[in-house]
Structures are given as C-alpha cells and as structure tokens.
C-alpha cells in the first residue's frame, strides 16, 4: 500500500484528484491540504511515500515546500502537479519523481504511479486486461469484460485444447497426428498439423495475446505465462480446502462451474474428464464439510444437492446430506434422498444400498 499526501491551495483541485486516484486501490490517501506549512509539519507523522504538491501557492512555494520535505524525509517521493510549465526544470533539479501539468490526464497520472511504484519496488498490475482459460463448464479463453475468442476452424480449436490438457510436457508430432488424425492419411494430416498450429499461432496474436501469455515453442509444448486458468486455481484452492478464507472459498465455488470440458466429446479427454470429475465431488463435500462447521447450513446443502443430482450413487455425498437434514430434523428431505440413492443403485448398479446408508436414514 502506498501512503499519499496531496497538498493544493485549490479545495476544487484537491477533490479531484482524490477522485482520481480512488481508482487505485494501492494508494492509501492519507492527508489533504490546502496549507502547505500545515501539511510540512505533519508529514512527519503520516509517514507518507508519495506527495503531491502543487507549486503555486500564496502561503508558500512548492519548490519550496518541496525542498523541506525532502531535507526531512529525503525516502519520500514528490510529484508535482501544476497549470504552469516553466517550473519543470526547477523541479527536477531537487529530484522530484515526476512532473503533472493541469488538467491530468487519467493516462498520465496511471504513468506516474507505475514511475513511483517501480521506485519503490512494487509490483502491482494496473489496468491490465486478464486472460482467462476456462475448461469447466465447456472450454473459454477471453480477456476480462471482452468476448471469447473465436476460431478459425474446430480442428484448430481440438489441437489448441490438447496442447492446453498436456501443458506439462513436450508433446511429438506422432504423438498429435494419432490422437487429432488417427484415420487420416500421413502426408496430408502432418500439413493439417502445421496449418493448426500456425492458426492457433495466427489466432492468438489477433486477439491481443502476446509470448508472455500463451506461446508454443519447437516441440509443441505449450506454456501458460500471465493467464487466470481454472484448472490452476481449483488444484491450488483445494488443496488447502479447509483452511480457505471467505474470499478463497468463493474463488473456488466459481471455478466448480460444471463438468471438465462439458459439451466436448473427443475420445482424449475421457480420462481427465473423469479424474476432475471426481475431484469436483471430492471438493464439493470438502467445502460443505467446512460450511457445517461455520453453521453456513443453506450453503452446504446448495453444494452438497448440486453434486448429488450429478451423481447420486456417491455415499458420502449421500450420508452427508442425510446427516445434515436429521442434524435441522428435516426428516422429510432426508428420506427424499434416501429414495432417491437407493434408485440409482438399483438402476444404474442393480445393487441394493450401502448397509452404512441403511444405518444413517433408520437411526
């Protein structure tokens, strides 16, 4: 967080730029002034990292006042902002950060805070546009607030989606052709293979993607750089599922969105689909678990019921919500579900159930 003093004898310019820089959560605005002497004397306690000033004052200079602070507390940084050019020079010579001409523009005040933030080591991402890969609930790739992104063609789309399931390793040409073109005659699916690759390639940079995002090197082997992917962020959540702040513990609802690639029917990705799959369930009674210990009733039953319709053969989905309805004496509904699993199995498995469910709705 970034300490901020702006000091302007105008009340209407001060506001202003308060307004301003509001859009930046980083910065912490910690003092306005219209009196510079004022605001040199308690500087010293604020403790800010950044000042700033206007130079034409009646009370006194910013040059001036600008000179006291940095003999007092030369670690802080003073950028001026004013309608007058002349000054700029002057302005440097006592190594202010930067120098802000009335009215500032949002452009060139977003320029100024990335000048301090690098001086001051920060790294902070501002206004930068999110990619985002999304593979439950069916496959998207998008910047934050803008529309997918559209492909040339479903064979091109298969291969990017391959390349994304095997990110991990350095996948051969054969390896793509049998899986992609299994049928297909050699000579003429390796051209279907470099066309797809020089599309994807083609595709990406159309839609604003650089290297650092998305690249594919020699080997195709694709690498994931600065991009938002759910995959990613439900492996991470997961695995700390109980100790999960509220914020977390939705970030990891919203990526339990549906099934991995729902809608997709190629014959590779059964194997994953039925690996996150599982792990779905396997997070879904993890997060009604903790939900049950906060007393967070209604949550728990909303996740529990949604992975239950999905598949209503899982005991431990079963037995936990049986368990939660007996726990409000909701007999009614625990039965309900009760029913509900012993007809899947005697449907899908023609088994009878469990004899631990027996047990739990008889108790």
């Known amino acids: 967080m970034l300490k901020a003093v702006l000091i302007d004898d105008e009340r209407l310019a001060l506001k202003g730029l308060e307004h301003m820089l509001k859009k930046y959560e980083i910065i912490q605005i910690a003092g306005m002034y219209t009196n510079p002497i004022q605001a040199i004397k308690e500087i010293g306690v604020i403790k800010p990292d950044v000042v700033f000033l206007d130079i034409e004052m009646p009370q006194l200079r910013g040059i001036d006042a600008a000179s006291a602070i940095l003999e007092a507390y030369s670690d802080l940084d003073i950028v001026f902002v004013t309608a007058y050019n002349q000054y700029a020079i002057e302005a440097f010579e006592i190594n202010a950060l930067d120098y802000l ?6 452009e060139r005040l977003e320029k100024s805070i990335k000048r301090i933030l690098a001086r001051k080591n920060i790294k902070y991402k501002i206004n ?15 910047w934050e607030d803008h529309d997918c992104i559209k492909w040339r063609a479903e064979k091109t789309k298969e291969l990017f989606l391959y390349l994304v399931q095997n990110r991990s390793r350095s996948i051969s040409k054969y390896e793509l052709l049998d899986q992609l073109w299994p ?10 293979l470099y066309n797809g690759i020089y599309y994807i390639r083609k595709n990406l940079k159309s839609y604003g993607i650089e290297r650092k995002h998305v690249s594919i090197d020699s080997k195709y082997k694709l690498t994931l750089g600065d991009v938002i992917f759910d995959i990613e962020q439900f492996d991470a959540l997961r695995e700390k599922i109980d100790n999960l702040d509220i914020n977390n513990t939705k970030k990891l609802i919203e990526c339990m969105t549906g099934e991995y690639l729902n809608g997709y029917y190629y014959s590779w990705i059964e194997l994953e689909r039925i690996k996150y799959n599982r792990l ?17 009733l209604k949550e728990a039953e909303e996740i529990l019921l949604k992975y239950f319709e999905k598949n209503k053969s899982n005991e431990e989905i079963v037995s936990t919500l049986i368990q939660l309805y007996k726990k409000q004496n909701l007999f ?10 012993k007809k899947s199995m005697m449907e899908d498995f023609t088994l009878e159930p469990s004899k631990e469910i027996e047990r739990l ?3």
Do not use: C, T, W
Not at 183 to 192: A, E, G, N, R
Not at 280 to 296: Q, T, V
């Open 361 to 363: 709705i008889r108790k």
């Open 128 to 142: 930068e546009k999110q990619l985002h890969i999304r593979f439950f609930g069916g496959f998207q790739m998008f």
């Open 101 to 106: 001409l009335k009215p500032v523009s949002d």
């Open 332 to 341: 009614s509904n625990a039965q309900r579900i009760y029913n509900l699993y």
């Open 280 to 296: 779905l369930e396997f997070a879904a009674l993890g997060l009604s678990k903790k939900f049950i210990r906060d007393n967070e």
């Open 183 to 192: 049928d297909d005659d050699p000579s003429k699916s390796v051209k279907q």
